[in-house]
């Protein structure tokens, strides 16, 4: 038996199950099939998870603090497996309440693996068998898996990929992070807060590559003040395993070095879920295993969508969520706008926390621009000298002929709630007219967007 819907989506992550749920609200019969959790990665082994046990390394640093704010705390210490515990129990909670939300919205679930058969049409393996589903329309949202390079593989032991990371057999002493995107960094500011000896190897010329240089240079100093190695312009070649211990091959500057650790986390990117979907027979056009769209997700089938990790960068859970929701508007006949990667945020939940939006520096004057570029230190902001974080700098820049926002990027404490306030900006095509008259309430660390602003044409008040 064939059930027909109006749109059918593969994969839950935050791009499918939200797609799913717009879609409905608009009216539509909607199908979400699922091969291993609703919730998709972001939720049961991404962004969730890791912010859980983020917290629980903030707050341990902070423990280790006390002394600061007149306080005193006594066999500071942690227990990792409950810490661990914690992680997966916000994880369940999370994921649990997706399924919540697709039953309240009545869409139909089927847990299974989907290949698409023709156009429209899905073959659907599950537990009991083969089921065929046709949608008017089908979402590929799929998403995307660490990328794993020759000799770099996970093994589960000494060699971890982010899932093993996140459910550690055991406390790294020596550890190796191969790769600084955000993935790499905030595992090494994890493990490197609860006291593993941290090295973290980057191949491009600075740790987060793709942030403004600037922003880069100030993380990279905390890195090194709390501890961390930083080897740029490195790679790693080869990894001995034997026993206990990892050898890793280090090309630095044309010469090889070896070190030993007893642990590796390997975060060198992502590749994109394409396989098994009956793509290459529809003549869906893949590039670099994410699958080739326009600026509505549209894949050049008929009917036929991709939205999140697998239709390519930026790899952002929220990127997915609002292209979801722009095809199920499109889906049920709406006029939705394309949405815009430069308007959408970039966060790194690290210790110092990194947020951005738009053109960096470099990018901005790359694409011709002449720019007016402001820069405001927390040191100077009033809340942040009172909650202990004097270390971070907002940072803007802007069309100097026009006045438009062309990017921001900051790191301290908190600027992943913070860059919010320059994504509405963006969103809203505002200018430094608007952001200058713009009343940002005191004592907060917001004031510190307005004071960047400010800065950019020279008219600073606080530092």
Request: charged share 20%; aromatic share 6%.
């Amino acid at each position: 038996m064939t059930q027909t819907f109006d749109m059918v989506v593969i994969g839950s992550g935050p791009g499918g199950y939200v797609c799913a749920i717009r879609g409905a609200q608009l009216g539509l019969k909607v199908a979400v099939i699922e091969r291993e959790h609703l919730g998709g990665i972001c939720l049961n082994w991404g962004c969730i998870p890791t912010k859980a046990l983020l917290r629980s390394a903030e707050v341990f640093h902070l423990m280790h603090r006390a002394k600061e704010f007149g306080l005193s705390a006594d066999k500071i210490g942690y227990d990792l497996p409950a810490v661990v515990k914690r992680s997966r129990g916000v994880a369940k909670q999370l994921a649990s309440g997706v399924g919540h939300l697709l039953k309240k919205n009545k869409v139909t679930v089927i847990m299974g693996e989907g290949t698409l058969t023709a156009p429209g049409k899905v073959s659907v393996k599950t537990e009991k068998g083969t089921e065929e589903v046709t949608g008017k329309a089908i979402i590929l949202a799929t998403g995307a898996r660490a990328r794993e390079l020759p000799g770099l593989e996970p093994d589960g032991k000494l060699v971890w990929n982010y899932k093993t990371a996140l459910n550690p057999p055991h406390m790294p002493k020596k550890l190796l992070v191969i790769g600084s995107g955000a993935i790499g960094i905030e595992f090494a500011s994890f493990f490197n807060t609860l006291g593993a000896d941290t090295t973290v190897v980057e191949v491009m010329d600075r740790v987060l590559p793709v942030e403004d240089a600037e922003i880069s240079a100030h993380a990279k100093k905390q890195f090194i003040k709390q501890g961390m190695k930083i080897i740029e312009k490195a790679t790693v070649k080869q990894l001995d395993r034997a026993g206990d211990k990892v050898t890793a091959h280090i090309e630095i500057g044309g010469k090889t070095e070896t070190q030993d650790f007893d642990t590796v986390i390997s975060a060198v990117g992502i590749v994109g879920n394409v396989e098994n979907l009956g793509l290459e027979k529809l003549g869906v056009k893949i590039d670099r295993t994410h699958v080739v769209t326009d600026e509505y997700c549209r894949t050049g089938v008929p009917g036929l969508y991709a939205i999140g990790d697998i239709a390519g960068a930026p790899w952002l859970a929220h990127k997915a969520s609002h292209e979801g929701v722009m095809v199920a508007e499109l889906v049920a006949g709406g006029h939705p706008h394309p949405i815009k990667p430069g308007a959408i945020a970039g966060c790194t939940y690290c210790n110092p926390q990194v947020a951005s939006v738009g053109l960096t520096e470099e990018k901005a004057k790359a694409a011709g621009y002449d720019i007016k570029v402001g820069r405001f230190p927390f040191v100077g902001n009033g809340k942040a000298i009172a909650l202990g974080e004097p270390e971070g700098l907002i940072k803007t820049i802007f069309d100097a002929k026009t006045g438009e926002l062309l990017g921001a990027h900051m790191v301290g404490a908190e600027v992943t709630e913070l860059i919010q306030g320059y994504v509405i900006g963006r969103t809203l095509e505002t200018t430094e007219a608007e952001l200058i008259e713009t009343v940002f309430p005191h004592p907060t660390l917001s004031e510190m967007l307005h004071e960047s602003v400010l800065s950019a044409y020279g008219r600073t008040l606080h530092f």
